[in-house]
Each structure stands twice: as C-alpha cells, then as structure tokens.
C-alpha cells in the first residue's frame, strides 16, 4: 500500500513516498481503507521538527483521515464493514479524563497516522461520520473541529446570546465560528487580511478586526460589545496574542489555550487576576465529544470548509501550501 513516511524531521522534503504491507486488526481492531486525509498546524510543526512532543520515528504522519472500514477484529461491536469513519486524534480516549496513556496514542506523533491507503485504528477509536459529509469533509473534522468544540461546549459551556473571539481563519478557527454561530453566539474574528475577514462575515461573523491595521484589537473588540468584553477566547497564537485576550474578555470570561503559533508566553498573572479569567488548555478531545460534535453538525447539515484538496503524490505542495498561511479552512489530501 502507498504511504507516507517521515524518516527525520528535517523539513517538508524529508517526507518520502514508501511501498508498506497492508496491516492486519487484531482484538477489538478496526482497518479503514483511507479516502482522505487532512492537514493541521501540528503536523506541520512535527515535519519541520519544531513540535513539543517526541514523535515515533519513520512516522506516518497526520492525525486527521476518514475511509470506509473494510475488516474488523474480533471483539468488534461499535462499527460493522461499509460504515464510514473517522479516527479519533487520540486512539484511547474514549471519555471522561485523559489517562496518563492518552498521549502515547496520539496518530501522526506517537504512533503512525493516516497518511496511508489503509489504517489499523482501535475500535474505541473512531467515529462514524454524519451522512451529508463527504469522506474529504469528514476528514477535515478530528483534530480542528474536536478542539473547536471542546473549547467552547466542554470548557466554554457556550450558550445562545454570548459571545466569541475566535483569532485568524485556520482551521479550528474556522471550526469555532461555525459552532458558535450554530449556537446562537455572536462572533468577532481577527486577521491580518481584510479578504479573509470578509469570508469570516459570510459565515456568520457579526464583526472582523484587521489586528495589523488596528494593533491594539483588544481595544476594539471590548468597543464591539458595548464596553463589556467578549465572553470566550478561542486563543491559538500564544506569546503574541494571550495578553490582548485577556484584555479582549469581559471580567470573568474564558480563553481556551489551544495554539502557541507565535511561541512561549512569560504571562503577568496579574492580568489573569484582574480579569478574573478562565484559562484552560485544551489538547483535541475524546471520542465520546467527536461523537456529541457529529450529532449537532448533522443536526444542523453544517459543512466544513475546505480551502483546497490535493492528490497523494502532491502531499509536500499541501504542507506548503500550509506552511504558507494563506489557506481558509481546511487543507486536504485525496487519496482516491
């Protein structure tokens, strides 16, 4: 079968086509024949060797892919051959609090990912996709949109009539809009490209600040809502951007620290204090949420955005493609 492979992390022409063996499932084991995967900041991060975590050597990468199963192992009851899934970031978090052996099961880092014809996952570890997706929107859903969700449901507990920060149009960004407006949140986006901003409206953002044309956003985000503040952060950029979050909430509010696009943060905990804010990380989320998630998305026939699919043998062109920020969305591969 076809795959990818990273021998070393020394960069996006590391990555190297290679000729495996199809694996076999074993107990209470499910093999998925991938038809696409899709592409986030922290594969990238591991290709380029900048990533936080030890990564399993000569690693299939990617975390996020969706197929159609096509043997089971024994012990098998959640799915059947022909169901269509996803797997879940995490193949053993099933639910409740992650176990000290979650992120030993993290696809595309500590094990191999999906970034092949064909995937072994544990059955505890996929999801059955919402029947309006395709296979390629489904893909885009395990890391960005589980995280999205995990944010504001799980940790965020958003309700109607509040409102949301969400920074740039990446994926869980865009991910967190599409959520917040399906529960009835008012959205004000960040960006550095008024196009772009423009995009964030058409999906439902009330309001969209240019932080490259207004440096001090958090200003202007308290002015959006009436003085007050926002009531959740979705927070990816980290040293550059958590000090105008806190100044960007109301007193009380909640960021969700999910990225640290602009590397490590020294925080005054003062600022914490002031605003008596809610800081929580959130690293993805289990199957039982991507579960929860899938019911509302096919409640609401919400579709993800994709910003571009390419084919398998075009996979170093879509890390750079990444790599080059300029996406909307979701980046996909194809690989039938």
Not at 91 to 98: D, E, I, K, L, T
Request: a positive charge; aromatic letters at 6%; glycine letters at 12%.
């Amino acid at each position: 079968m076809r795959a990818f492979q990273l021998p070393q992390a020394a960069g996006i022409d590391a990555l190297k086509k290679v000729d495996l063996p199809e694996p076999k499932p074993a107990y209470r084991q499910v093999l998925v024949k991938v038809a696409a995967c899709s592409l986030n900041f922290r594969d990238l991060a591991i290709v380029l060797g900048r990533y936080r975590m030890p990564t399993k050597p000569n690693v299939i990468p990617l975390s996020d892919g969706a197929g159609e199963v096509v043997e089971v192992g024994p012990g098998v009851t959640r799915v059947k051959v022909g169901d269509r899934v996803a797997g879940n970031f995490f193949q053993r978090w099933y639910g409740g609090h992650a176990g000290a052996e979650t992120q030993a099961s993290a696809l595309g880092g500590s094990i191999d990912g999906m970034l092949a014809d064909y995937v072994v996952l544990e059955e505890d570890g996929v999801v059955k996709l919402p029947p309006h997706l395709s296979l390629e929107e489904g893909a885009s859903l395990p890391c960005a949109a589980v995280t999205a969700w995990n944010a504001l449901v799980e940790h965020g507990r958003l309700i109607a009539g509040q409102s949301v920060l969400v920074q740039g149009t990446g994926g869980v960004s865009i991910f967190a809009l599409q959520f917040s407006r399906l529960l009835g949140a008012q959205v004000i986006a960040t960006s550095s490209n008024d196009t772009k901003l423009e995009r964030a409206r058409k999906l439902g953002a009330s309001d969209g600040v240019n932080y490259k044309a207004t440096p001090e956003w958090d200003k202007a985000v308290v002015q959006l809502t009436g003085g007050i503040g926002v009531d959740q952060v979705v927070e990816v950029g980290g040293a550059g951007t958590i000090a105008k979050s806190l100044g960007a909430i109301r007193v009380g509010g909640k960021i969700s620290m999910i990225g640290v696009l602009t590397g490590a943060a020294d925080l005054n905990p003062m600022l914490i204090l002031g605003k008596r804010a809610n800081i929580q990380g959130i690293s993805v989320g289990s199957t039982q949420m991507f579960e929860a998630m899938n019911r509302a998305i096919t409640v609401a026939a919400m579709k993800p955005v994709i910003d571009k699919v390419f084919g398998f043998d075009d996979t170093p062109a879509a890390f750079r493609h990444l790599e080059s920020a300029q996406h909307f969305g979701k980046i996909v591969i194809a690989l039938r």
